[in-house]
């Protein structure tokens, strides 16, 4: 039966690591690697790592670690994929339930998976009904239902919006795509450290790649700076004074003390109704 098959010996098994699969697991951080590589030390290693064959599909840093210190681990044969599209779904979404993902990590992964969608959708679909024109229809739609029922076909998964995949609001996902379109990799491994911020990283990802390397060879206050500038920039200039406007574009004499003389007496205006309001308050105080 398709699914989960343990294997307790695996001594002289093979295992495979594809770097189109291990691109889907971000890099351990220097202290999550310690952390993980004193519990592999203490403990061993608890859980199975998952293959496909002799693929390697989950548990990359624990082998990893096991391999360089000669501890013992177990596997555990996933066979119910059809071909490596369905494979990396699988990864994707495996990723995406763990709650130690960052926002970052799941708008990417999510994309990912968007990207893998799409092209399923555009593949032309394999016929799973090869019975003769003469057979039972009946049986030949069983048949049919069946092998549906049991293959998890990439072409019949739904496709949904990235922000509902990812679990985050739409417009981080925007910030993120452009991240990923547009940002040199040294920002990208900024934002993955949490040195800069989602929208930060996607303001500066707006800006030449030489600038974006600098920004990042700055440290987090030069980052803070260029996002700051690109967002000053890109803000719309704020309203100024028609009058003042007019006055600087003629650079008249008589305009600036006719401006002058105008504003004196808007000021006057002011204060005088200012003196009145505060008599009838005086007024109406005494008489209470």
Not at 94 to 120: I, P, Y
Not at 182 to 189: G, Q, S
Not at 266 to 277: D, S, T
Request: with cysteine.
């Amino acid at each position: 039966m398709p699914g989960f098959q343990a294997i307790p010996q695996l001594t002289a098994m093979r295992i495979t690591i594809k770097e189109e699969l291990r691109q889907f697991i971000d890099p351990l951080t220097d202290s999550e690697r310690s952390l993980l590589e004193r519990s592999l030390l203490a403990e061993g290693c608890r859980d199975p790592l998952v293959l496909w064959g002799e693929i390697l599909i989950d548990g990359h840093n624990r082998y990893e670690l096991c391999q360089k210190h000669g501890i013992a681990f177990n596997t555990v044969q996933n066979d119910r994929f059809q071909g490596i599209e369905q494979v990396m779904l699988w990864m994707i979404d495996n990723q995406l339930s763990r709650r130690s993902v960052t926002d970052f990590q799941r708008g990417m992964l999510a994309l990912r998976k968007k990207e893998l969608l799409a092209a399923a959708e555009q593949a032309e679909p394999v016929p799973v009904n090869d019975a003769k024109p003469d057979a039972n229809p009946d049986a030949a739609a069983d048949a049919s239902t069946e092998s549906a029922a049991s293959v998890p076909v990439v072409s019949r998964v739904k496709r949904k919006e990235v922000a509902e995949i990812a679990g985050v609001s739409s417009h981080k996902i925007a910030q993120i795509e452009k991240i990923q379109k547009t940002a040199t990799p040294e920002l990208i491994d900024a934002v993955r450290a949490g040195t800069i911020s989602i929208g930060a990283a996607a303001a500066v990802a707006s800006l030449p790649e030489e600038k974006q390397v600098a920004a990042v060879a700055g440290g987090r206050k030069e980052l803070r700076q260029a996002a700051k500038e690109v967002r000053e920039a890109k803000a719309p200039p704020k309203p100024a004074n028609p009058a003042v406007e007019q006055v600087a574009a003629s650079d008249d004499l008589a305009a600036l003390k006719a401006l002058n003389a105008s504003l004196q007496a808007e000021n006057h205006a002011l204060r005088e109704k200012l003196a009145a309001l505060t008599a009838e308050l005086e007024q109406a105080r005494r008489a209470a």
